[in-house]
């Protein structure tokens, strides 16, 4: 079955430091990638997409994500972390085999930035 | 936000009644999706639609029916609400997932409760 992991429920990170987000995806072929974030009470937001190309692909606020196809793994990262960016984070996947249209989420992570 | 509207935002419900949750967009977009938020769960897909009135089922779609008469609208109906479909309910759009990667867009969601 098709699917996409998300290993930790929480990340924990002092603002400043460097975060990362963890993604793992069984889907076969060469699926599309993407990140959303998502605020209390609020939809989610597109971040970042892979489609191809450079495996390291930057987004919205300063993210971006690692592509390594070997590994079937779509971290997302950001060099310092804000306060700003404790919020709930969702990896997703959309495999690309003939007449599908469907988009499968991970579980979520919650990150949570101190001061 | 993308032009997507749902309706109603909040609602609570008494089991076996039938519930009908609206999405109403306004970007012309051909693709449109529900899914459900549950914690422990992140997003699972209900139904979508590749066009009007046509529609597929997704992971968890018994118990929903979906119809789309026209372009912009999308609808959900639980057809007798039980306990277990208290949820968070999104609704999401994409224009052309088979090029180039279309990301999702979502609406606000409708935060449903049975009773």
């Known amino acids: 079955a098709q699917s996409v992991a998300q290993p930790e429920d929480q990340v924990n990170v002092a603002e400043g430091n460097p975060l990362t987000v963890k993604c793992t995806y069984s889907?076969?072929?060469?699926?599309?990638l993407f990140w959303y974030v998502q605020y209390p009470n609020r939809g989610l937001q597109f971040l970042l997409k892979y489609i191809t190309g450079d495996n390291l692909v930057k987004g919205s606020y300063g993210f971006e994500a690692e592509f390594n196809k070997s590994q079937t793994s779509f971290h997302l990262k950001k060099p310092s972390a804000l306060v700003s960016d404790s919020a709930l984070y969702f990896c997703?996947?959309?495999?690309?085999?003939?007449?599908?249209?469907?988009?499968?989420f991970g579980t979520g992570t919650r990150l949570k930035v101190l001061a | 936000d993308a032009g997507i509207t749902q309706s109603p935002r909040h609602k609570v419900t008494e089991t076996g009644t039938p519930v009908t949750l609206r999405c109403h967009q306004t970007e012309n977009h051909r693709y449109m999706y529900w899914y459900r938020q549950d914690p422990g769960h992140g997003l699972r897909l209900i139904h979508y639609?590749?066009?009007?009135?046509?529609?597929d089922k997704g992971e968890v779609s018994d118990g929903y029916s979906v119809s789309r008469s026209k372009t912009e609208d999308f609808l959900l109906t639980l057809e007798s609400a039980t306990s277990s479909q208290t949820s968070v309910y999104f609704c999401a759009i994409s224009g052309a997932p088979g090029q180039g990667g279309s990301p999702l867009h979502f609406g606000n969601g409708t935060r449903l409760t049975v009773t």
């Open positions: 639609s590749y066009g009007v009135k046509d529609t």
């Open positions: 997703a996947v959309r495999p690309t085999a003939s007449g599908t249209y469907k988009y499968i």
């Open positions: 889907v076969s072929g060469n699926p599309y």
